[in-house]
């Protein structure tokens, strides 16, 4: 074919098919930001529940890969959704909450068929929650089933320092 030809045939669009470098960086920025966002160094995700402060901790734990329960002064949800609200549940005379026990009776009958279930669960507690409201959705769980509960924090390096009782700064 002679060089005339070839010209003519590239123009065209008969040559070999060059990538375009715009696409090619698209296509690359877009799959290392989704790997970025993916990736958790230690295996376990640690989102936590928009609306809840969670309390610092100089605890070494890993969190587990559980159910979420999300505890402020206005919802109690369940893996994000809103299961009742917190003034509801206090205001109770039960110390069950009840919507919340029925959706984890259902979780864990949904699960235990499966040889990896364990039943866990992991409380995201905002700081200023009542204690008497943590109580019932930990009691909950614990009566839907989920024998192991652990508590979400924010890990503190700093540990803080607690005079002993009796002692003096001299």
């Known amino acids: 074919m002679s060089r005339r030809r070839r010209r003519v045939r ?9 990538l375009k470098m715009t696409a090619l960086m698209d296509i690359f920025s877009t ?17 936590v529940t928009p609306g809840v402060t969670l309390p610092s901790s100089i605890s070494q734990s890993t969190a587990w890969d559980a159910p979420v329960i999300a505890v402020t002064n206005r919802f109690i949800s369940l893996e994000g959704e809103v299961m009742a609200e ?15 026990y029925r ?10 068929q499966h040889p990896d279930f364990e039943a866990r669960l992991v409380v995201q507690g905002d700081r200023g929650i009542e ?7 930990m009691y ?10 652990s508590l979400a924090v924010i890990h503190d390096e700093a540990v803080p320092e607690v005079a002993m009782s009796g002692e003096t700064d001299s």
């Open 31 to 47: 799959l290392l930001l989704f790997l970025l966002k993916s990736f958790v160094a230690d295996g376990q995700s640690g989102t």
């Open 86 to 100: 917190s003034p509801t549940a206090l205001a109770s005379s039960q110390l069950r909450v009840e919507p919340l």
């Open 140 to 149: 909950t769980g614990q009566i839907a089933g989920f024998t192991d509960v």
């Open 103 to 112: 959706a984890l009776v259902t979780l864990r009958e949904q699960n235990e």
């Open 131 to 137: 204690f008497r409201l943590l109580q019932r959705v």
């Open 10 to 18: 590239n123009r065209l669009g008969g040559g070999a098919p060059m």
